[in-house]
């Protein structure tokens, strides 16, 4: 709880520019996103699919795993005082990271979706399972940031490579494409991304029978799992070395 509220300090600042740009920046990017669809490709308004909706439901979530799992990277150097003090974990620094980046962006696809839908006349189709969806991406996330913030804890340079790679992620995560109009080939390659499967979940609750979808959920929980393991063994593994 401290170090929930530690955070939300450190990522805001004491005035309200910070939370006001949460907002801003996912809601900016998404609009120029779907107006570069609509100049390229015509939009999703013929799947009767309003293509704002579609790219702020697409980018927010990976907006949300982009932040995650980048500060991660410095995580452990931003919070090494508090390491010599026994009761407090590197889990217990990721967990509140994680969730502080997590319900940000939720708060800000509640507001961002719910008045869009107002005005577009557009409800989503099944809330609980887009939720889920969202919970399952976040969980991913988190399992890969406990993963980086151990590497770059225990391996020069790493934090310099992950800012960039977690943008050369979004190509391939299926977060701006829908899967059902990809290729059969390319499709198939791109759901051997876990990703890919988290985000056709987010749609699927979003939209329903107005597109098609593609993940499977053993995969999902089974990506989510191991992960999360390898992440917590990570940071287990490189805690003696931060208290020597």
């Given at each position: ?21 949460l907002f801003l920046e ?172 988290f985000h056709e979940l ?43």
């Amino acid at each position: 709880h401290a170090l929930f509220f530690r955070e939300i300090q450190t990522r805001f600042g004491r005035s309200g520019m910070g939370f006001v740009w949460l907002f801003l920046e996912p809601l900016i990017l998404a609009v120029c996103i779907a107006a570069a669809k609509i100049v390229m490709f015509g939009g999703t308004e013929r799947l009767g699919i309003p293509t704002v909706l579609f790219a702020i439901v697409g980018y927010a979530p990976f907006f949300a795993f982009r932040a995650i799992v980048s500060r991660s990277a410095g995580a452990v150097a931003g919070n090494m005082p508090l390491m010599f003090h026994r009761q407090v974990s590197m889990v217990d620094v990721m967990a509140a990271r994680s969730a502080l980046e997590s319900m940000a962006v939720l708060g800000v696809l509640v507001v961002i979706l719910g008045g869009g839908a107002w005005l577009m006349e557009f409800a989503p189709n099944d809330i609980p399972l887009a939720l889920l969806g969202l919970l399952l991406l976040f969980l991913y996330a988190h399992g890969l940031a406990m993963l980086v913030a151990a590497a770059t804890a225990g391996i020069e340079g790493v934090e310099r490579l992950v800012h960039p790679l977690t943008y050369m992620m979004l190509p391939i995560s299926g977060a701006l494409i829908a899967l059902d109009t990809m290729p059969q080939r390319l499709r198939e390659w791109i759901l051997w991304n876990p990703q890919a499967h988290f985000h056709e979940l987010i749609r699927d609750g979003f939209f329903g029978d107005k597109l098609r979808t593609y993940y499977d959920w053993d995969y999902m929980i089974g990506a989510v799992l191991i992960l999360n393991l390898l992440g917590l063994a990570a940071l287990r593994a490189v805690r003696p070395h931060l208290e020597a």
